[in-house]
């Protein structure tokens, strides 16, 4: 089995563009295979947020196949379930191949060298960690918490088990979001770290704007994100939990 995949939801170009750059730049401090997951035309009876052009799509489908790099496979499929969708799609095509399977959106923008050691060296120091996100959420429903799903992964053992249904459009995505990732981590009795603090390795933007950069604050053990306009958004509220090794734990 192979340590680890990094399976990348991918849909605008400019994002896209950067994105890849942005392999090329920073070292990620381990060696891994790369799965880009192309969302590519609706079908007609789903209606997605944002649709783009015939000529973006032609556009994205170069770019990923002129990207060089050694361990690369390539899906195309149609946009049905937006990221979620190309998230499982992805994970579908490599079941069983690894030990963790990293997931992330083409609007992240990686900041630094060792972006995905430092979710590799969690699973390896720390055994009952099942699953890892940069964002963990205040859920809508018992237990409360949910694995915001810009960026995350989780073990094999993990993933194998959990029941994943195809999700058709936004909502489901969103269903999937709040009822799905967290509650199987914890129904096989593993946690869920929360790592990096946001802002460390990745920032996320997108449609090409900043309007919802977040930057990491802290009030009385409460976390937020404090966006443009000044208002904040409490994700996070760490009553009774304790940081440790840059990370806390749900």
Known sequence: MKTIIVIVAVYYYEETKRFLNNLNIYDSGIEYDLCLVVNNKE?????NRNIISNDERDSVL????????GNKNIIIRDNKGEDIGAFKEGYEKNKGKYKYYFFINSPAII???????????VYE???KVGAIAVQVGNGRNPPKWYIKTTWWSMRNEVIDKMIWAEPNNRIDCINQEHDLFYPHVKSMNFDVAQVDDITNSFKYIKYGKQICEPITMHEHDKCFNLYEDGHKEYFVCYENKKRKDNMWLF
């Open 43 to 47: 079908p007609d009876y789903v209606t």
């Open 62 to 69: 170069s770019l990923v196949n002129d990207f060089e790099k």
């Open 111 to 121: 900041l630094c060298n060792n972006w995905l050691l430092n979710f590799y060296s």
């Open 125 to 127: 120091k720390y055994d």
